[in-house]
C-alpha cells in the first residue's frame, strides 16, 4: 500500500431483515474492522490487518472468498460463503488502467451463506441467505456519491449501483458503474460504456445505455455512521442504511423486462 493510501473491503451477509456488514481495511492512519446492522454500527481497531492474496487478518478475525469467521468483543461467529459469482470484468472497464482517486471492484455479486453470529448474546442465523463482496482503494472516497446494492428480491435478483464526482487527469466528471444480474445475464451500465446519467438524486437514479433503460426509486432511513477515507486517513464520517426500500425497473428497446421491489438495499448518498 502506498503513502497516503486505503484499502477496504465489505462483506455483507443478508437473510431477509437481517443484514450484517464487515468491513476490515486499513489506512494511513492504521488497520480498522467496522461492523453495520439495523441496529447501528461499531469500530474495532487493530495494529495491523494481515493480507494474503483475497485473504485477510485482523486479530482473530478472518475474511476470504470462502466465509468469515469473527471474534470481537460481543461479537462471535461463523458464516460460510457458496461459490461467488464475480462480474464478467473489472466494473472499472478501462479505467482501471489510469491513476484514480477511489477504485471500486465487485468480488461477488450473490453467493449463498450459511453460518449464523451472535451479538450481545443474541444469535442471528444466516443459513439461506445471500451475501455481497466489494473493494475499494486510492486515496479518497468521492466527494459527492451516491452507492446502492440489493440482492434481496422476490425472484433471484442482485444489483449494485453507484454515481459519483471523478477527479481525472485535472478534470471532473460525473461517472457511473452499474451491474444488474437477473435471469443468467448480466446488465452493466458504465461511463466507459456510453451511458447517460439522467437523474441523479437522493431518490432517484435513472440510466440510459443503447437500448437498455434503468429506473432505481430509493427511499432510504436515517443509517448509521461509519468512517471513510479522506487524503489515505479514515477522516470523514458518512452514512449507510441497511434496510432502504428499492423499486428497480429494467427495459430492454421499450419493453419492461424487470420490476422487482426490496425493503432491504444498503444505500449511501453523499
Same mark, same amino acid.
Given at each position: 500500500?502506498?503513502?497516503? #493510501?486505503?484499502?477496504?473491503?465489505?462483506?455483507?451477509?443478508?437473510?431477509?431483515?437481517?443484514?450484517? #456488514?464487515?468491513?476490515?481495511?486499513? #489506512?494511513?492512519?492504521?488497520?480498522?474492522?467496522?461492523?453495520?446492522? $439495523?441496529?447501528?454500527?461499531?469500530? /474495532?481497531? /487493530?495494529?495491523?490487518?494481515?493480507?494474503?492474496?483475497?485473504?485477510?487478518?485482523?486479530?482473530?478475525?478472518?475474511?476470504?472468498?470462502?466465509?468469515?469467521?469473527?471474534?470481537?468483543?460481543?461479537?462471535?461467529?461463523?458464516?460460510?460463503?457458496? %461459490?461467488?459469482? %464475480?462480474?464478467? =470484468?473489472?466494473?472499472?472497464?478501462? *479505467?482501471?488502467?489510469?491513476?484514480?482517486?477511489?477504485?471500486?471492484?465487485?468480488?461477488?455479486?450473490?453467493?449463498?451463506?450459511?453460518?449464523?453470529?451472535?451479538?450481545?448474546?443474541?444469535?442471528? @442465523?444466516?443459513?439461506?441467505?445471500?451475501?455481497?463482496?466489494?473493494?475499494? =482503494?486510492?486515496? @479518497? *472516497?468521492?466527494?459527492?456519491?451516491?452507492?446502492?446494492? !440489493?440482492?434481496? /428480491?422476490?425472484?433471484?435478483? #442482485?444489483?449494485?449501483?453507484?454515481?459519483?464526482?471523478? %477527479? /481525472?487527469?485535472? +478534470?471532473? *466528471?460525473?461517472?457511473?458503474? !452499474?451491474?444488474?444480474?437477473?435471469?443468467?445475464?448480466?446488465?452493466?451500465?458504465?461511463?466507459?460504456?456510453?451511458?447517460?446519467?439522467?437523474?441523479?438524486?437522493?431518490?432517484? +437514479?435513472?440510466?440510459?445505455?443503447?437500448?437498455?433503460?434503468?429506473?432505481?426509486?430509493?427511499?432510504?432511513? $436515517?443509517?448509521?455512521?461509519? +468512517?471513510?477515507?479522506?487524503?489515505?486517513?479514515? @477522516?470523514?464520517?458518512?452514512?449507510?442504511? !441497511?434496510?432502504? =426500500?428499492?423499486?428497480?425497473? +429494467?427495459?430492454?428497446?421499450?419493453?419492461?423486462?424487470?420490476?422487482?421491489?426490496?425493503?432491504?438495499?444498503?444505500?449511501?448518498?453523499?
Amino acid at each position: 500500500m502506498t503513502k497516503k #493510501a486505503f484499502e477496504g473491503w465489505y462483506f455483507k451477509h443478508q437473510k431477509g431483515q437481517t443484514m450484517l #456488514a464487515f468491513i476490515p481495511g486499513q #489506512a494511513q492512519d492504521g488497520a480498522f474492522l467496522q461492523m453495520l446492522w $439495523p441496529r447501528g454500527s461499531r469500530r /474495532f481497531h /487493530f495494529p495491523q490487518l494481515q493480507i494474503d492474496g483475497a485473504a485477510l487478518r485482523a486479530g482473530a478475525c478472518r475474511f476470504s472468498g470462502e466465509g468469515c469467521h469473527v471474534e470481537l468483543p460481543g461479537v462471535r461467529g461463523d458464516i460460510a460463503y457458496g %461459490p461467488l459469482t %464475480p462480474l464478467a =470484468s473489472d466494473i472499472m472497464g478501462p *479505467f482501471r488502467f489510469f491513476p484514480m482517486e477511489c477504485r471500486h471492484g465487485v468480488l461477488s455479486m450473490a453467493h449463498s451463506l450459511t453460518g449464523s453470529v451472535t451479538i450481545d448474546g443474541k444469535t442471528y @442465523s444466516f443459513d439461506g441467505g445471500t451475501g455481497y463482496w466489494e473493494k475499494d =482503494s486510492g486515496l @479518497s *472516497f468521492p466527494r459527492s456519491y451516491l452507492w446502492v446494492q !440489493c440482492n434481496t /428480491f422476490p425472484e433471484p435478483c #442482485a444489483m449494485m449501483a453507484s454515481v459519483a464526482e471523478v %477527479p /481525472f487527469l485535472g +478534470l471532473r *466528471f460525473r461517472g457511473c458503474i !452499474c451491474a444488474v444480474l437477473y435471469r443468467g445475464r448480466e446488465y452493466r451500465f458504465a461511463t466507459y460504456r456510453g451511458v447517460r446519467i439522467l437523474a441523479a438524486t437522493r431518490e432517484r +437514479l435513472s440510466l440510459v445505455q443503447g437500448s437498455l433503460r434503468l429506473d432505481l426509486r430509493m427511499m432510504p432511513t $436515517p443509517g448509521h455512521p461509519l +468512517l471513510s477515507p479522506a487524503a489515505g486517513k479514515m @477522516s470523514v464520517t458518512v452514512r449507510e442504511c !441497511c434496510n432502504a =426500500s428499492l423499486h428497480m425497473r +429494467l427495459w430492454e428497446n421499450g419493453r419492461l423486462i424487470l420490476d422487482q421491489r426490496s425493503n432491504e438495499a444498503a444505500y449511501e448518498f453523499i
